[in-house]
Structure formats: C-alpha cells, structure tokens
C-alpha cells in the first residue's frame, strides 16, 4: 500500500524557516518525480514544487522560488522542502504528492502538515 | 504560466443528476496533460481523471473526462451522494504546474 507520511509542520514567525519531511513507503520511490501542493485555509490548491526521480529536474512555484528548496533521499525514501523566510502568506496544509512514472500527474497524496507563519 | 480557469464555481444539484464541470486554460496544455481531483472536507484530494480522458484506478465509469488544447470537460453522468465535493483540475505538461481554483457541486 502506498503512504506517504509527511512531517515538520507547526507555528513559526515570520522570517523564520522549517523544514518538512515526507516519508514514501510501499513503492519504491527512485522511480517516481515527487510534488509538494499546499492549501491555505478555506482555499483552493495550489503547486508548490516538484523534483524528478534523479533529482535532475527541480520547479518551482514563483510565489516561493528562491525561498524554498526541495530534495530528496531516495535511498531513506524521502522527499524534503526546505522552507526559509517564510511569510504569513506561506500559512497551509502541505500534502506531499506523489507522481507517476515520467510524469508530474498526482497519483497519491499524503495527508498533510499544517505549516503556521503568525507572530 | 498557464492559467485555468473553472466553471461554474458553485453547482448546486441532486442526486440522479448529470453534471458537466468546465476547465479552461490560457494556452494549450501540452500532450493533454490535464487532470481533475476530488477534495472532500477534512480529505486529501483524489486523482479522478488524468491525460484529460483516463480514468484513475478506482474510479467508478460514471466519471468521465474529455478535451484537448485548452477546453477540457469533466462529466458524472449520474451524481452518487459520494460525489458532492469540490473538484480541481489540474495541467501538469508545462511548469508551473497550475491548478484552476475549483468547482464545488453541492447537494440543492
């Protein structure tokens, strides 16, 4: 069964930094690009980032290019974003998704991890 | 960067009924890559449809998707009280990898 268990969420102040953990078990996850897709609160979904199997294609949404960082480890099968400073804007539920094989198309998604940017 | 757009953005309907849910993107989505999910309160979303017109594992045949280029379509032709929620597409050929802002089908 596929799951993926994301981790790292909480309340932090503007400007600071966390980082989310997504662990992938039951697949093997070098053979598939990965996502992160947040939702603020009563809002819509919205792309955040994706990396490819290799890691050899990274995208970013431009609302958070050049402030978050995304990797993976595929040997711990793990996904990462890295999030610096973060804004009051950046406040959502972050699902790490899965895609399917060459492609970005979300085929599984975690059940999320509230990231909280309030002072 | 590609733009969808959904319509309507509210649809309020009963059961038995067939509904058909637009996307509209700015510029054409490469190879058809467009997908629609399903978001229930309190859920992660679901992979209904994805390449535009297959349907993903699991999903009942009364859920269907058509299109290409920048008008996309997804049809339930005989609504079940599971499918009362709110559904996003999605393109997924060109990034950034846009969602449209969601089509919620509610109960009248």
């Known amino acids: 069964e596929v799951q993926l268990v994301e981790s790292g969420g909480g309340q932090v102040k503007p400007g600071g930094s966390l980082r989310l953990s997504c662990a992938a078990s039951?697949?093997?996850?070098?053979?598939?690009?990965m996502n992160w897709v947040r939702q603020a609160p009563g809002k819509g979904l919205e792309w955040v980032s994706s990396?490819?199997?290799?890691?050899?294609?990274?995208y970013f949404a431009d609302s958070v290019r050049g402030r978050f960082t995304i990797s993976r480890d595929n040997a711990k099968n793990s996904l990462y974003l890295q999030m610096n400073s973060l804004r009051a804007e950046d406040t959502a539920v972050y699902y790490c998704a899965r895609g399917a094989f060459g492609d970005y198309v979300v085929t599984y998604w975690g059940q999320g991890t509230l990231v909280t940017v309030s002072s | 960067e590609i733009v969808l757009t959904q319509s309507p953005g509210t649809l309020s309907l009963s059961p038995g009924e067939r509904v058909t849910l637009s996307c509209r993107a700015s510029?054409?989505?490469?190879?058809?890559?467009l997908a629609w999910y399903q978001q229930k309160p309190g859920q992660a979303p679901r992979l209904v449809i994805y390449g535009a017109s297959s349907r993903a594992t699991g999903i009942p045949d009364r859920f269907s998707g058509s299109g290409s280029g920048t008008d996309f379509t997804l049809t339930i032709s005989r609504l079940e009280p599971e499918d009362f929620a709110v559904y996003y597409c999605?393109?997924?050929?060109?990034?950034?990898?846009?969602f449209g802002g969601g089509t919620k089908v509610e109960i009248k």
């Open positions: 990396i490819s199997s290799s890691s050899s294609y990274i």
């Open positions: 039951g697949f093997t996850l070098s053979n598939y690009n």
């Open positions: 999605q393109q997924y050929g060109s990034s950034p990898f846009t």
């Open positions: 510029q054409s989505v490469r190879s058809n890559s």
